[in-house]
Nanobody
Framework: QVQLVESGGGSVQAGGSLRLSCTAS????????MAWFRQAPGKEREKVATIYIYTGSGSTSTSSADSVRGRFTISRDNAKNTVYLQMNNLKPEDTAMYYC??????????????????????WGQGTQVTVSS
C-alpha cells in the first residue's frame, strides 16, 4: 500500500507562485511513477506533470502538460519521500483541486504516457489552488 498526503495549496493572485508537496509512504517500488493532476469544477481531471524515479540510481525523468510547461516544475526529494510541484506565473485558469498520484511502471516512457485516473492506483486527498485575477 502507498499513502499520499498533499499540502501547499492556497490562494494567490495571478502571476504569483506556490509549491505543492506530496509526501509518500508505503511500498517504495509501488510508486516509481508519480504525477500531479488537477480538476476544476465541472471539468475532467487532467494530468499536469509526471516524474519517473529510476529505482537503482534514484535519478528521475519528467514530463509536463503543454498548458503548464515553462511555468510548473515537478521534482522529487528522495530523502524526504516527497514530490513537489513548483508553480510560477500562476493564471486564473490554473484554479483547481490538485491531486498527487502514484503507480508502479516499467519505465519512464510508460510513466509519462499515463494520463487518466485509472492509470494510477494511489491517490492523495487533494489540495486546493485558487488564483485570482
Amino acid at each position: 500500500q502507498v499513502q499520499l498526503v498533499e499540502s501547499g495549496g492556497g490562494s494567490v493572485q495571478a502571476g504569483g507562485s506556490l509549491r505543492l508537496s506530496c509526501t509518500a509512504s508505503g511500498n517504495y517500488y509501488s510508486r516509481n511513477c508519480m504525477a500531479w493532476f488537477r480538476q476544476a469544477p465541472g471539468k475532467e481531471r487532467e494530468k499536469v506533470a509526471t516524474i519517473y524515479i529510476y529505482t537503482g540510481s534514484g535519478s528521475t525523468s519528467t514530463s509536463s502538460a503543454d498548458s503548464v510547461r515553462g511555468r510548473f516544475t515537478i521534482s522529487r526529494d528522495n530523502a524526504k519521500n516527497t514530490v513537489y510541484l513548483q508553480m510560477n506565473n500562476l493564471k486564473p485558469e490554473d484554479t483547481a483541486m490538485y491531486y498527487c498520484a502514484a503507480d508502479s511502471t516499467g519505465g519512464g516512457g510508460i510513466c509519462h504516457q499515463k494520463s487518466t485516473r485509472s492509470d494510477f492506483n494511489y491517490w492523495g486527498q487533494g489540495t486546493q489552488v485558487t488564483v485570482s485575477s
